[in-house]
């Protein structure tokens, strides 16, 4: 707890210094704290996915990142110790309940990033993509030794640039630190309701980012791409809510570089494209000064989402097949981008692809729906909602715009998780944000949030401090049994990886491998010294589409190319 601690601060230092500088940049000099936090992460994720097509994110990157962040320091000291002070206002601004509730809750959030990694997605390419970024960089054709590394995400990016992997590998907590600090915005929201009893909408729907905890702590030990998306999502949410009518041209650029900063962390939330344009066409005479700059850094990031997957899988637009501007050896080859497109599109259903092809769409909805333990529950759930929310929005007329806004968006994104993957957990902010409206509104006491707060943090204290069984929710046996706290962890926790794992050298053709044979998962590659990949996989892939990883020339920093066995 203490090592993450000690990273905290200074992933809180650093991404306050470059978010002023970016404030300065482009004029944003009104921005809260948070705001502030967010776009200077978005900028050293900028920074950092530039550097990884020319180096390693490794100490070189590091020391010239640190000295870059001195020298915005000493141009922005009057303004840094303003940003302080406010924050130090801030907290002291809460009543004394919420300041000890909120330290509580930061401690379990120490606590939970402190312990084992939960999900299994960590174990397949979390780690090793996070590991190549830190010791090459951006790889061509990386993702012919592994599918899944071609998922490379913006987040993991940012995740290089701030775990020191030179110095220990116990440091992939940047997840479990903006949910502390999202929580922490939340929490003014709930004292605004306690103090001055405010009624707004916004402000109850905000306050469920601490009273979901125990959906959130497993997953921020971890650094999943999905906490913050969720994060800024809900955040985005609040600021319409809140400012529909009364948009400032500042509101309009953060919540477009906020939106910018979701697509490079996961490009699959297409729908949040849909924000600023929608804002844009209903305030276009006050926004349209802006859009130049806006355009400006649009273009920048779509170049790097563009050339990252150029440069991994040989696709501009990856997973999409239909674009291919270069002709590459390392391009992956297109049965492999046919499987990773059908094997993500039936794994929502849990069925093969030859299943569901034979299933008509009433048929499918049915198997969706019908499907065990959370995911039929989600499923349901997600169904209901869409339903109910319209009647909702009818009834409540004075956030009749920004909630149809709302409700469009979540419209949107099942109709392409629809097209691609609808699993549950793709559509999970809109269900939180959704059911939260739902809730909020319909029971907009500050009761409500006086019981679920404490009694949220109880059931987080429980499943965080004592094992237990998760089997009656999933069939995953890799995530049947919590992540636990341990008291070693007070001052170092647990390594990035949940297991440990045994690795064997292995060799096909020019490629030497190191395969993680004590463990089932398919998949599966842990932290191992590079390259990882499963043996089983490799022989699946030779035997059924006949092809196999080769290095392009032998050194692994110039990348893997995929040979067909017809040309043996």
């Known amino acids: 707890m203490l090592l993450i601690l000690i990273s905290w601060l200074y992933i809180f230092s650093t991404a306050t210094v470059w978010g002023i500088a970016f404030n300065n940049l482009f004029k944003l000099k009104d921005n809260n704290y948070l ?9 050293i994720t ?4 530039i550097s990884c097509f020319f180096t390693s994110i490794n100490i070189g990157f590091y020391s010239v990142f640190i000295l870059t962040s001195i020298v915005l320091a000493y141009f922005t000291k009057k303004q840094l110790k303003l940003y302080l002070t406010q924050v130090k206002i801030r907290f002291f601004s809460l009543n004394k309940y919420l300041q000890i509730t909120f330290s509580i809750f930061g401690f379990l959030c120490l606590a939970q990033a402190s312990t ?11 780690l090793q993509t996070i590991k190549w970024l830190n010791e090459y960089g951006f790889v061509k054709g990386l993702s012919n030794l592994h599918l ?9 990016i940012l995740q ?3 775990n020191f992997s030179f110095l220990t590998n116990q440091l992939n907590d940047l997840s479990a630190y903006i949910y502390c600090l999202v929580a922490f915005y939340s929490f003014e929201k709930i004292n605004l309701i306690f103090k001055e009893n405010s009624t707004q909408i916004a402000h109850f729907f905000i306050a469920i980012i601490p009273l979901v905890s125990i959906l959130f702590f497993q997953f921020i030990s971890a650094p999943s791409p999905d906490i913050p998306v969720f994060l800024f999502s809900f955040l985005l949410f609040y600021i319409l809510l809140k400012k529909w009518n009364q948009l400032s041209v500042i509101d309009f650029k953060n919540i477009t570089f906020i939106c910018f900063f979701i697509l490079l962390i996961k490009i699959s ?4 494209v849909c924000i600023p344009i929608i804002l844009l066409a209903i305030n276009y005479q006050k926004f349209k000064n802006s859009l130049g700059t806006l355009l400006g850094v649009g273009l920048l990031v779509l170049a790097i989402f563009i050339g990252k997957n150029q440069w991994i899988t040989g696709y501009p637009l990856f997973p999409l097949q239909n674009f291919k501007w270069l002709t590459t050896d390392y391009s992956l080859p297109e049965v492999y981008q046919a499987f990773f497109f059908k094997t993500n599109k039936v794994y929502a259903y849990k069925i093969s692809y030859l299943e569901y092809q034979e299933l008509s769409v009433l048929q499918r909805l049915q198997v969706w729906l019908s499907l065990p333990k959370l995911h039929g529950i989600f499923n349901k759930l997600i169904v209901v909602l869409i339903i109910v929310f319209p009647f909702f929005i009818l009834l409540k007329k004075k956030y009749y715009q920004p909630l149809l806004a709302i409700y469009f968006l979540a419209c949107v994104q099942l109709v392409v998780l629809f097209m691609t993957s609808p ?3 793709f559509f999970l902010v809109f269900i939180l944000t959704l059911g939260a409206l739902l809730l909020f509104v319909i029971f907009q006491k500050k009761i409500l949030i006086k019981i679920a707060l404490p009694t949220s943090l109880i059931l987080t204290c429980l499943i965080l401090f004592f094992p237990f069984k998760l089997d009656n929710f999933t069939t995953n046996k890799f995530t ?3 992540s636990s706290f341990k008291f070693s962890y007070i001052l170092f926790p647990h390594q990035n990886s949940k297991f440990n794992y045994l690795y064997q050298k292995e060799k096909i053709g020019n490629l030497e491998y190191n395969n993680p044979y004590n463990q089932e998962f398919f998949w599966i590659t842990g932290d191992g010294e590079l390259p990882v990949v499963k043996k089983e996989q490799l022989e699946y892939f030779k035997n059924k589409y006949h092809y196999y990883p080769q290095l392009r020339t032998g050194d692994l920093k110039d990348g893997f190319y995929s040979k067909s066995i017809d040309n043996d």
């Open 35 to 43: 705001i502030t936090q967010i776009l200077g992460l978005f900028s």
């Open 46 to 49: 900028i920074f950092t996915a």
């Open 116 to 126: 084992a990694p939960y999900i299994i997605d960590n174990e397949s390419y979390y």
């Open 148 to 156: 899944f590394f071609a998922q490379t995400s913006g987040w993991h």
């Open 160 to 162: 290089s640039a701030l």
């Open 269 to 272: 939330s297409v729908y949040i």
């Open 423 to 425: 699993q549950y957990r």
């Open 480 to 482: 049947q049994n919590n």
